[in-house]
T-cell receptor, first 114, second 112 residues
C-alpha cells in the first residue's frame, strides 16, 4: 500500500519495558517526524530526521530513541516506558523543498503504559 | 514556552451556522500558517494554509484570516456541516524551516 503506515496501532505495555513503534513510508520522502498528541498539548515533536542516518531532537525527546538506517523506515523506541509516555503517537513524512502542506501523517499508534 | 495557542479547547455550533476557530502565535518570525483537521483514530490531514504576504485565503467553505500585527489567525467554516466535527489544529512555521509547531487543538462539534 502506498502511503505512510504505523504499527502497531494499539499497544499496552508496563512501566520499565522497552517498546518500539514502527513507521514506514512508500514515497521515499527525506523528512520524517515523530509527534505525540496529548490533551491540552496538541501535537508535540519528539524527533525528526532529514535523511537516512540524520536525526535531531524535537520539543520533547527525553525518554525516546530513534534511528533511520533506511529512508522509508523511522522507528521510535521507548527504552524504559513510563506512564507519562501514555499517548497517541503520529509519524509523518515530507519531501524537502515542497510546501508544508505535503507533510502527511500516519494513522497513529495509541500507547498505554501501565 | 507555548509558541502557538488555541485558547478554546472546544466549540459547538449548529449546522448551517458559522464556525470560527482561533489561534495565536508569539514569534513574528513565523511566516507560514496551516490548519489541520483530525478525525478520531486517524492522522491529521491538511486543510488550508496562508502565507504571511496575504491576510486571507479561501477554499470553498473554509477561509483562513491572518492578522500579523496581532499574531492571530482564524479559521472560518461557513456553512458548518456535521461532517466538519473534528479536532482542528493550527500550525506555524517559517518558509525556510523544516518543522511545524502545532497548537493544542480545538474540538469542533457541529450539531444537526
Amino acid at each position: 500500500d502506498a502511503g505512510i503506515t504505523q504499527s502497531p496501532r494499539y499497544k499496552i505495555t508496563e512501566t520499565g519495558r522497552q517498546v518500539t513503534l514502527m513507521c514506514h513510508q512508500t514515497w521515499s520522502h527525506s523528512y520524517m517526524f515523530w509527534y505525540r498528541q496529548d490533551l491540552g498539548h496538541g501535537l508535540r515533536l519528539i524527533y525528526y530526521s532529514a535523511a537516512a542516518d540524520i536525526t535531531d531532537k524535537g520539543e520533547v525527546p527525553d525518554g525516546y530513541v530513534v534511528s533511520r538506517s533506511k529512508t522509508e523506515n523511522f522507528p521510535l523506541t521507548l527504552e524504559s516506558a513510563t506512564r507519562s509516555q501514555t499517548s497517541v503517537y503520529f509519524c509523518a513524512s515530507r519531501e524537502p523543498g515542497l510546501a508544508m502542506e505535503t507533510q502527511y501523517f500516519g494513522p497513529g499508534t495509541r500507547l498505554l503504559v501501565l | 514556552d507555548q509558541q502557538v495557542k488555541q485558547n478554546s479547547p472546544s466549540l459547538s455550533v449548529q449546522e448551517g451556522r458559522i464556525s470560527i476557530l482561533n489561534c495565536d502565535y508569539t514569534n513574528s518570525m513565523f511566516d507560514y500558517f496551516l490548519w489541520y483537521k483530525k478525525y478520531p483514530a486517524e492522522g491529521p490531514t491538511f486543510l488550508i494554509s496562508i502565507s504571511s504576504i496575504k491576510d486571507k485565503n479561501e477554499d470553498g467553505r473554509f477561509t483562513v484570516f491572518l492578522n500579523k500585527s496581532a499574531k492571530h489567525l482564524s479559521l472560518h467554516i461557513v456553512p458548518s456541516q456535521p461532517g466538519d466535527s473534528a479536532v482542528y489544529f493550527c500550525a506555524v512555521t517559517r518558509t525556510s524551516g523544516s518543522r511545524l509547531t502545532f497548537g493544542e487543538g480545538t474540538q469542533l462539534t457541529v450539531n444537526p
